[in-house]
């Protein structure tokens, strides 16, 4: 779990689409039987209520995320991936509409809805709460000022392979990329950190910052 500070959140507010990118490798394990595996939340209020979130329990993706009006919506999404092996995760919000890749490719087309803006309780990676972790890794979790199109989210895939993000699509619209560096040469097709030495740290290190905390 890598806890971004709330500057992450501060971003999101702003006007303009968004699209979150991240590589992650599940291990068969499950986590917590009461929490949903999370990739990542951004939190709505002072508490830990999801604003807007991305779970995995049994093969299937859980978008979980509170509307304008304030409801939770659960939208369960039934894909096959392989655990213990890297895949990419990309979800694109032009406000309006939400849509998910994997690998990609399409998991869940321009969902209709508008996303409640956040709170101040730090964004996770990896986790709902300090103690609800993902079990697995996650690497070069991505945060981008504008909506990306399928043409764009393939450029980001990189047919599978991970990329210098700073040279990337959309590189000005690059706002925050959290490396983690979970493995020093990472395995199973791997998601190697390619760019400097930066693993662990944000790209711009006077805007944000995150701490390290369990698992």
């Known amino acids: 779990d890598r806890s971004p500070s709330r500057g992450l959140g501060d971003v999101y507010k702003r006007q303009g689409g968004k699209t979150i990118s991240l590589w992650f490798n599940k291990s068969a394990q499950e986590g917590n039987p009461l929490f949903v595996d999370r990739l ?14 991305i779970g995995i329990k049994n093969n299937k993706f859980i978008l979980i995320f509170k509307n ?17 092996k890297w895949n990419h995760f990309a979800l694109t919000y032009n406000n309006s509409f939400i849509t998910l890749y994997l690998n990609g490719s399409k998991l869940l087309d321009k969902y ?3 996303i409640a803006e956040f709170g101040d309780f730090p964004a996770k990676i990896g986790a709902f709460t300090w ?11 991505a945060f981008y000022k504008a909506s ?20 990337g699509v959309k590189k000005n619209k690059l706002a925050a ?20 030495n930066n693993s662990g740290k944000p790209r711009v290190d006077n805007e944000f910052s995150f701490s390290t905390s369990a698992p």
């Open 131 to 141: 103690n609800h972790g993902f079990k697995g890794k996650i690497d070069e979790f």
């Open 40 to 53: 990542f939340t951004f939190f709505q209020s002072s508490n830990a209520s999801t604003g807007l979130s």
């Open 68 to 84: 304008k009006s304030g409801v939770l919506h659960q939208l369960p999404i039934i894909k096959k991936f392989a655990n213990n």
């Open 148 to 167: 990306f199109n399928k043409k764009q989210i393939k450029d980001l895939y990189n047919n599978g392979m991970t990329q210098d993000l700073s040279l």
């Open 112 to 114: 209709n809805e508008k």
């Open 177 to 196: 990329w959290y490396r983690l560096g979970d493995h020093e040469s990472d395995s199973i097709y791997h998601v190697e950190d390619l760019a400097g």
